[in-house]
């Protein structure tokens, strides 16, 4: 199943979707609504949403509350983004300027406050304190994370543990908690919605590791951005930490440098260095194996087209090259 399929199945829930959040955006601040509407409408896959209406469908969802819920999981990332491209001094996303460049660090990091409570707004909407409970702990923990990706930013002592626990925070924890809210609104018994949590931690977890090699092995057109971003800010991912761990002296001396003092002027030599000591391959096995257990996950939900698109959702997350 291709990712148009997937799509196609709750094609006109992403209808509702898209319509929702652009009647969410409005504003009588101009600005608030220009920059959210520029990174919102931007493009990209809408994962995270397309992931909360499968697994509300999955989960016998009688009501439209699934969209809404859908919306908010796209505006808490949309706001990630835009505070994080700040904090990164980022220039491009998804192949053109990001909001910071065009509308300056001030207006990015404030429409992204703006996008957070808005988000809130929409869960009192929805009814239900334990949406509420859910989203709440998630973001705190989404915005620690952001604070621990920052402390290790530019230290080569960065482990492996202390990696895997970034990326849980920052990117899985969303997939979680949206997968789980969509079990809540739908009124799914408890089994079915720790497999869906579940379902949506691995995800996430397969998700970012992906994206962490990509970063190495993909074709920037496709990306959107220059390869080696994570280098130049001084990020120490799986693939450098393996390396760092498996190469030769030289190697582990030259990527340490590099993510110490930041910059990508040896992105060359040192993507030779993780392909010799197979730190993409090592990253893409860890990622396939975060996959499988997503989709091993989906054990308790009961057996459907919505569920298997869940599935296909995980292969697509380790397969895609963008």
Request: charged residues 25%.
């Amino acid at each position: 199943m291709q990712l148009n399929d997937i799509r196609a199945l709750v094609a006109g829930d992403l209808k509702q979707v898209d319509a929702e959040i652009r009647r969410q955006l409005s504003s009588d601040v101009a600005m608030v609504s220009q920059v959210a509407e520029y990174i919102v409408g931007g493009g990209g896959k809408r994962l995270r949403p397309l992931m909360v209406l499968l697994a509300a469908r999955a989960a016998g969802i009688a009501d439209e509350r699934h969209v809404r819920a859908a919306a908010i999981i796209e505006f808490i990332h949309t706001a990630t983004l835009l505070h994080d491209d700040v904090v990164d001094e980022s220039h491009q996303r998804r192949g053109r300027n990001t909001a910071n460049e065009v509308f300056g660090n001030a207006a990015s990091v404030l429409v992204g406050d703006f996008l957070y409570s808005r988000s809130f707004q929409m869960m009192v909407d929805i009814g239900a304190m334990r949406v509420m409970d859910v989203m709440a702990n998630a973001t705190n923990t989404i915005a620690a994370g952001e604070v621990l990706q920052l402390m290790n930013a530019g230290d080569p002592e960065t482990t492996e543990e202390r990696y895997l626990e970034v990326i849980y925070r920052k990117t899985a924890r969303l997939f979680e908690s949206g997968a789980q809210v969509a079990a809540i609104v739908a009124g799914a018994p408890p089994p079915v919605e720790n497999s869906l949590a579940g379902y949506g931690r691995h995800l996430g977890n397969a998700f970012q590791l992906v994206d962490d090699a990509l970063d190495y092995r993909g074709d920037a057109a496709e990306l959107g951005k220059n390869l080696g971003d994570d280098l130049a800010e001084g990020k120490p991912t799986l693939p450098l930490i393996h390396a760092m761990r498996h190469g030769t002296p030289a190697q582990s001396s030259m990527i340490r440098r590099a993510i110490a003092e930041g910059g990508s002027h040896e992105f060359g030599p040192i993507r030779a260095a993780i392909e010799s000591t197979g730190g993409l391959d090592y990253t893409a096995r860890l990622a396939r194996s975060e996959a499988d257990l997503a989709i091993r996950a989906l054990a308790d939900v009961p057996g459907s087209a919505f569920r298997e698109a869940l599935a296909a959702l995980a292969e697509f997350a380790v397969t895609r090259s963008s």
